[in-house]
């Protein structure tokens, strides 16, 4: 694939643990949690990619190091061909507008005591884009909201309504990619379904890319056309949805992620839900 | 066999606040479900449909508001309790896990004198004796390490730890019914399965009954035997959790797994469903889903339509319950 927009190369990125005083004393190395081990991933422009797995599976990390939230230890971010690692100053500024966030919790992630007005706002500011006004009234229309929100505060607001605030700030930069961690996880089933709905039509008007991190194959599959199944911080496998649709899964552990998030049944033990690794 | 847990018409009433005129404001409407001794119900509903208030009125937890109907912990009514008998209750007949656990801990304390707390109120073990049963509580709830981890306080622990020490508070003093509210709405959807496989094992251990209160229709499905399915106030439907997805016997049931992304939904618009809940102020003398339904007829706004047992082991309180469509099993 010649024009992928982000091209992930061999990315891994570890964490120390603690280690205890008389550990150090001693000069035992710190022990490290390997997160993400070795993964490449190239998402061309317009493509929705999901990022599917289990607990700590390193999913999120590898989201979080994408936005430079982590550094990653080694490995290769290329956006639209330059080295994302090595950007600094307007250039690094200019690949955080267009690469933005949205992330699982609305309750979290927006500042309690700001009017949304002041929410929308922060992100203009600090990329010092001109009327404000204007875009922050188009943003809210956009997310099925309108002007009427815009004074209100995050607690006035439901959590699908949060949701698309969330959605709005992420969007009033007009970004290329949005990253979407666990984007409906905290949501009811009908909010989800308008949240799941906002997002295609977002993505089919703007042409943007999605990169989408979730536990819940469903949602994956109905919004990404390829997804990429992730275990103890390495790539498992990659498949297309209508792949995953027709079951045609060849690796054990995606099997059993299939299994597990197919619902209706119960488990026949009670054990069946125990971490899969 | 007898239920653990009968409760009848259940109904919880607010005096409204005083700056609004209206009248008191009926959350919970009328609401009967039973709990069996081993058996896993779900009782699931949107945000505002009144779940987690007939929680705590099983419990008698809520002091402003008025609770009607019968609560029948096996056979005894809860409502009309006497304090004293009501303390020996809580803790030993039900107990409860709530949804954020950093709220029903006490931050200032060590999670193990929160265990013992429950333990010197509910049994006669001297300190020593209290002390390893709260071991023994945390490792049953899967916390490694438990006699170190006594002495932690509740910032030490990550979320799910902590839901595990709630959870070990919950059972200190052997509960034959656990009520668990959203137990796992607050944590990062990784760690839920670990909290939900904890508590069905510690149901088949322990042969609780299991009552969890949810929104999430992937939790139901993965955990419970029966469902209670509440819209504003009310039960539209209950029945086991298999014919209730495969075979919607209430318009809003149906109409809420239709919203639900699956298999063969890739890149279609999904259909969520149309207008808001409605507000609990002045329930009309109809179905209170009439605004938001596709299989309405006059029937429904003449007077709101009972809960009958349409089936053996379901119940439903919609009259279109015999038109919906079985939907595909996956």
Redesign the interface.
Known sequence: MTAALLEIDHLSKRFPLRRSTLDALRGRPRPMLQAVHDVSLSIARGEAVGIVGESGCGKSTLARCLVRLHEPDSGRIAYNGADVLALAGDQRRAFNRSVQMVFQDPYGSLHPRQTVDRILAEPLAIHGVPDAETRIERALDEVGLGTGFRFRYPHQLSGGQRQRIAIARALILEPQILLLDEPTSALDASVQAEVLNLLDALRCRRGLTFVMVSHDLAVVTHLCERLMVMQRGQTVEFLSAPDLAAHRVTNAYTLSLMHASSGFKRAAEPGHLEPLS | MMPLLAVRDLTVTFAAAAAAAAGPVRVVDGISLDVMPGEVVGLVG??GSGKSVTLRALLRLLHAAHIGGRVLWKGRDVLAMPDHELREMRGKGMAAVFQEPTAALNPVLPIGLQIEESLSAHTTLNAAARRRRAIELLGEVGITDASRRLGAYPHELSGGQRQRAMIAIALAAGPEILLADEPT?AL????Q??I??LL??L??DRGMGLLLVT????VV?????RMVVLYAGRVAEAGS??DV??QPRHAYTD??LR?????????T?????PGQPPSLGRPPDACAFVPRCGYTNPLCTEHRPPLIEVEPGRASACTAWNRLPARV??
């Open positions: 949107e945000s709405t990062d959807v990784t760690i399965d670990q939900l496989a069905l094992r149901v088949a929104h999430d229709l992937g499905a993965e955990t419970c035997d959790v298999a997805f495969h109409a809420l919203s639900m992304p699956g298999e063969g939904t890739a890149r618009r999904l259909a969520p469903i099993p996956s």
